[in-house]
């Protein structure tokens, strides 16, 4: 894919969503994002099956406030609220999730859960969030979407 077609798919909020997306590709993919004016994070959950500890790094790699609870309720008030990183679009580089994934299966899909919920409601501002995973896990489309 170009990078303008890349650029413009980035820009796209109602395609914005979470998905597969290998390390050789996330160079071109945070280059587009970081042209589009999006916030770029990278999150590490180091093989962590500790829901608790995995909050504790996104809020840590997003620079959350300092009011932010590492729990889900409040990663989602602090996914949907970026006052203190206003961007055009938000990009979540996400990797060594893979333990989350087999070990602790639910936390998995409730983390997942909230960052749809505010994909979608930043979608209702015309704003694209993007959530890409590093490994291939049930559920995870690949990018780019086919839609």
Known sequence: ???NKLLKLLEDSPQAGIFHLPRRSQAAVRAAAESAGCACFD??????DRIDIVLSRIGYALDFPEWYGQNFDALKDCLTDFSWCEAAGYVLFISGAESLDAENPAAFKT????????IAEWRVHDLPMWVFYDLRADG???FPPTA
Request: aromatic share 10%; glycine share 0%; net charge negative.
């Open 140 to 142: 995870l489309a690949a």
């Open 43 to 48: 999150v590490s959950f180091a093989e962590s």
């Open 1 to 3: 894919m170009s990078q």
């Open 111 to 118: 983390l997942n859960d909230v960052f749809a919920a505010a």
